[in-house]
């Protein structure tokens, strides 16, 4: 079974302040796809990274990174410098290498990013 | 990246009746889509796969008579909720697969559906 977690429910930070916002996946395949995405107030999902299973480096986007560990099956997401326009649910997903194209996710983070 | 929409934005439906959701792929042709709903303050759960030509795939415990999709070209599949109830009430989003870019599915902007 492939699964999704996101333990933090909720996280509130004061502007400029770094955050990193946890997941943790269990699937038995061995090629896989992880992905993040930001839902503002909006609700429209809004796509930040793919990572693939063969993939470990770590990648930086602006004040974004993103730290994939396979050894603890974890694809943590991290914001530097938070500011409040970050304020978001944020996902984290699954993608197995089936050809369905199913996308598993996390419950969700809400980061709220006070002035 | 591809674009996706959907229509209505909000809709807002007297129990009893029916309501369809559109879900378009503007500039790419998707022979696969997918149906997620999402209740407040809490994830996206799965539906069905809509396949362009054939019937969907339901998830386990979606009912296949309440929740109607039909995908009857490349670029548009739709849900129809049946004789909606106010349990029906919730943030409905589409996404459609791009098989020139496996990796990804582009996301609708969502149809907020209430059901007095």
Request: charged share 20%.
């Amino acid at each position: 079974a492939q699964k999704v977690t996101q333990a933090q429910t909720e996280i509130s930070v004061v502007e400029k302040e770094d955050v990193t916002l946890d997941c943790v996946y269990e699937t038995r395949d061995t090629t896989y796809y992880l992905f993040w995405y930001k839902q503002p107030p909006s609700g429209e999902l809004v796509f930040l990274i793919r990572r693939n299973s063969f993939d470990e480096q770590n990648e930086i986007s602006g004040r974004y990174s993103w730290n994939f560990q396979k050894s603890t099956s974890s694809f943590n997401f991290t914001i530097t410098a938070s500011q409040v326009v970050d304020s978001a649910v944020y996902f984290c997903a699954l993608r197995g290498s089936s050809n369905t194209g199913k996308l598993i996710f996390g419950q969700g983070t809400t980061l709220q990013v006070k002035p | 990246g591809a674009v996706v929409s959907q229509h209505p934005s909000r809709v807002i439906c007297k129990s009893g009746t029916s309501v369809k959701i559109e879900c378009r792929s503007l500039d790419f042709q998707a022979t696969t889509m997918f149906w997620y709903r999402q209740f407040p303050k809490k994830s996206l759960m799965l539906m069905a796969t809509s396949n362009e030509g054939s019937k969907a795939t339901y998830e386990q415990g979606v009912e296949k008579d309440k929740f109607l999709i039909n995908h009857a070209s490349l670029t548009l599949s739709t849900l129809t909720v049946t004789s909606a109830h106010p349990e029906d009430s919730s943030f409905y989003i589409c996404s459609a697969r791009d098989p020139m870019t496996v990796y990804e599915q582009y996301f609708g902007p969502g149809t907020r559906l209430t059901v007095t």
